[in-house]
């Protein structure tokens, strides 16, 4: 009965998604693109199955960071079944973007359907994986429900569940609960997460790592990175990821501490050294790449984006903008540090694990509660360092900066980290062979 009534909204909800679509679409095209899909209506015809071929494997990424950690479980996947096809679904436009370079001939992707009965029921049957994967967090009760009523064997992996989250779940349990205990399967980041997620009665078969500490950063971009960044004249720090609303806080700490010039770090104060570095932030969101940008220069601070930087690399200017999608890699490999976006707002953080595997020391704020354990794990580890706000965070990485003996140790302890955790795709993948093998008469 629940259910239902939750269906009945999700259907007349669909013209309040049409036109979310339409709106998204003015600043990010691809919105607009495939609509039918996310209704469950496909041009395109399911990959055809062949004699000795592997599975038909459908993965749910929902946003970029999903899909690029999902990159790791796709070639373990590779590897196990040399045959098989990918169906990749979606809900954004970063997310599909980054998706496309995991296609291989035969692969099929869409967008992710709108979780009315029809349009995920049309999906399935038009499709007809033999598995289903969902990254991390990305659960839709219909989804669910009607997968296990075609048969669908589906998996939730890389499962992570925070506090806050599990609050929220339990405020809705009537719809939650039967949506967790409805997968077939769950594999978690973390003991704290499996914990989470079988109080909520996810069938949780073990704790796996996460895929992120699998993923090998871009080496020649980290390389580009590091050339520009010896060629810099002043230490590099990266605001990384960075949320709406956060880069209007670094602003005011700038202005606190008076107009940027250089200074020399060797001598000077932290609050001082906080206008003397070379910074570059990088918004979470592309459609905000403008609107950042704006911010600064009504500041009185000169800005270089990256997409004005041409081959040479970036050109003088107060802050460097990363206005490009894919390029996290470069920006790392330019920074000394990092602030982690998400954090310094009660937006819940951001993944440190990238910077971890290109050897870039976090400082993060107070409100980490999505990425708990990866935070814990970094903390812990020497690689992140856990600040009271981002004048704080500001002010302690700017005091490292003068301390090259601790710089590196800082560094090379989120390096370690990277390397002791990896490991997580791989046994993901023989734990869904076994999946497989029980569907098999």
Same mark, same amino acid.
């Given at each position: 009965?629940m259910?239902a009534?939750?269906s009945?909204?999700?259907?007349?909800?669909?013209?309040? +998604? @049409?036109r979310?679509?339409?709106? @998204?679409?003015?600043?990010e095209?691809?919105?607009?693109e495939? +609509?039918?899909e996310?209704?469950?209506h496909? !041009?395109?015809?399911?990959?055809a $199955?062949?004699?000795?071929e592997?599975p038909?494997v459908?993965?749910h990424?929902v946003?970029?960071?999903e899909t690029l950690?999902?990159? !790791?479980?796709?070639t /373990?996947?590779?590897?196990?079944w040399?045959?098989?096809?990918?169906?990749? !679904?979606?809900g954004t436009a970063?997310?599909?973007?980054a998706?496309?370079r995991?296609?291989q001939p035969?692969? &099929? %992707?869409?967008?992710? $359907?709108?979780?009315t009965?029809?349009? &995920?029921?049309? *999906?399935l049957?038009? *499709?007809?994986? %033999?598995?289903?994967l969902? =990254?991390e967090?990305e659960?839709?009760p219909n989804? +669910?429900a009607?997968s296990? @009523?075609?048969?669908?064997?589906?998996c939730l992996v #890389?499962?992570?569940?925070?506090?806050?989250?599990?609050?929220q779940?339990k405020?809705?349990a009537?719809?939650? @609960?039967?949506?967790?205990?409805g997968?077939h399967?769950?594999w978690?980041?973390?003991e704290?997460?499996?914990?989470?997620?079988?109080?909520l009665g996810?069938?949780?078969?073990g704790? =796996?790592g996460?895929f992120?500490?699998? =993923?090998? $950063?871009?080496a020649?971009?980290l390389?580009q990175?590091?050339?520009?960044?010896?060629a810099s004249a002043?230490? &590099?720090?990266?605001f990384?990821s960075?949320?709406e609303?956060e880069?209007?806080?670094? +602003?005011e700490?700038?202005?606190q501490n008076?107009p940027?010039?250089p200074?020399?770090i060797?001598?000077a104060?932290p609050?001082t050294i906080? #206008?003397a570095v070379?910074?570059?932030v990088v918004p979470?969101?592309p459609?905000? *790449?403008?609107?950042v940008a704006a911010l600064?220069?009504?500041?009185?601070y000169?800005v270089a984006?990256?997409?004005?930087?041409?081959?040479?690399g970036?050109?003088a200017?107060d802050?460097w903008?990363?206005?490009?999608?894919?390029?996290m890699?470069?920006?790392?490999?330019?920074?000394?540090?990092a602030?982690?976006g998400?954090?310094f /707002?009660?937006l819940?953080?951001q993944?440190?694990?990238?910077?971890?595997?290109?050897?870039v020391?976090?400082f993060?704020?107070?409100?980490?509660y999505?990425?708990a354990e990866?935070?814990?794990l970094s903390?812990?580890?020497?690689?992140?360092f856990?600040?009271?706000?981002?004048?704080?965070? &500001?002010?302690r990485?700017?005091a490292?900066?003068?301390h090259p003996?601790a710089?590196a140790?800082? %560094?090379?302890?989120?390096?370690?980290?990277g390397?002791?955790h990896?490991g997580?795709a791989h046994?993901t993948?023989q734990a869904?062979?076994?999946v497989?093998a029980e569907?098999?008469?």
């Amino acid at each position: 009965m629940m259910r239902a009534l939750y269906s009945l909204a999700v259907w007349l909800a669909q013209p309040l +998604v @049409r036109r979310k679509l339409r709106r @998204r679409a003015v600043a990010e095209p691809l919105y607009g693109e495939h +609509v039918g899909e996310r209704f469950g209506h496909y !041009t395109q015809p399911a990959p055809a $199955p062949a004699a000795g071929e592997g599975p038909l494997v459908w993965l749910h990424a929902v946003s970029l960071g999903e899909t690029l950690a999902a990159a !790791t479980l796709v070639t /373990a996947l590779r590897a196990q079944w040399p045959g098989m096809r990918l169906l990749l !679904t979606h809900g954004t436009a970063t997310g599909r973007a980054a998706g496309v370079r995991l296609l291989q001939p035969g692969d &099929v %992707q869409v967008w992710q $359907p709108w979780d009315t009965l029809g349009a &995920v029921r049309r *999906f399935l049957a038009h *499709f007809r994986p %033999q598995i289903g994967l969902l =990254m991390e967090t990305e659960l839709w009760p219909n989804l +669910v429900a009607e997968s296990a @009523r075609a048969g669908v064997p589906l998996c939730l992996v #890389n499962a992570r569940l925070s506090e806050k989250s599990l609050r929220q779940a339990k405020r809705l349990a009537w719809l939650a @609960r039967p949506t967790y205990r409805g997968l077939h399967a769950a594999w978690a980041q973390s003991e704290a997460d499996a914990l989470r997620l079988r109080q909520l009665g996810a069938p949780v078969r073990g704790v =796996m790592g996460n895929f992120k500490f699998d =993923m090998a $950063p871009n080496a020649t971009q980290l390389a580009q990175g590091h050339a520009w960044r010896g060629a810099s004249a002043r230490s &590099v720090l990266l605001f990384a990821s960075a949320r709406e609303g956060e880069e209007a806080m670094l +602003v005011e700490v700038l202005k606190q501490n008076g107009p940027l010039a250089p200074v020399d770090i060797a001598q000077a104060a932290p609050e001082t050294i906080a #206008n003397a570095v070379q910074w570059l932030v990088v918004p979470r969101h592309p459609q905000r *790449f403008d609107e950042v940008a704006a911010l600064f220069a009504a500041a009185g601070y000169t800005v270089a984006r990256r997409s004005q930087w041409g081959a040479g690399g970036p050109v003088a200017a107060d802050v460097w903008l990363g206005d490009s999608l894919g390029e996290m890699a470069l920006y790392f490999g330019l920074a000394h540090s990092a602030l982690l976006g998400g954090s310094f /707002a009660p937006l819940g953080g951001q993944n440190l694990i990238e910077a971890a595997a290109c050897g870039v020391p976090v400082f993060m704020g107070p409100h980490t509660y999505n990425f708990a354990e990866a935070a814990q794990l970094s903390a812990e580890a020497g690689a992140a360092f856990a600040c009271a706000d981002l004048a704080d965070a &500001v002010q302690r990485a700017m005091a490292m900066l003068q301390h090259p003996a601790a710089l590196a140790q800082a %560094q090379q302890a989120a390096l370690n980290l990277g390397a002791a955790h990896r490991g997580a795709a791989h046994r993901t993948a023989q734990a869904l062979a076994a999946v497989l093998a029980e569907k098999r008469p």
